[in-house]
Nanobody, 124 residues
């Protein structure tokens, strides 16, 4: 089992920045690819970003590319999502997820473990 806990969400003005954190425990964190997803009310959970087990590869949705950066610190068992130039349409609950794979995947159903989410609200 892998337990994931997100933190760092909050209210921010459009154009501002936030850093989300996801702390992992349970199994060996460094063996998992990690992803961030988001879900707005009434909408499907959508892929945001993913990072390989060693941090060597990243993958972003087109909607956040150039604005968001995913990173990880395996010594701290933590993955981060740095969000800049935030837009109102970025408002959602953000979830981190773990995927025991050697490739990066973008479908929610492909990930094995999930956190409870953290709310990000971007005001116009």
């Amino acid at each position: 089992q892998v337990q994931l806990v997100e933190s760092g969400g909050g209210l921010v003005q459009a154009g501002g920045s936030l850093r989300l954190s996801c702390a992992a425990s349970g199994r060996t964190f460094s063996s998992y690819a990690m992803g961030w997803f988001r879900q707005a009310p009434g909408k499907e959970r959508k892929f945001v970003a993913a990072i390989s087990w060693n941090g060597g590869s990243t993958y972003y949705s087109d909607s956040v590319k150039g604005r968001f950066t995913i990173s990880r610190d395996n010594a701290k068992n933590t993955v981060y999502l740095h969000m800049s130039s935030l837009k109102p349409e970025d408002t959602a609950v953000y979830y981190c997820a773990a995927d025991n794979t050697i490739v990066l995947r973008s479908r929610p159903d492909e990930y094995d473990y999930w956190g409870q989410g953290t709310q990000v609200t971007v005001s116009s």
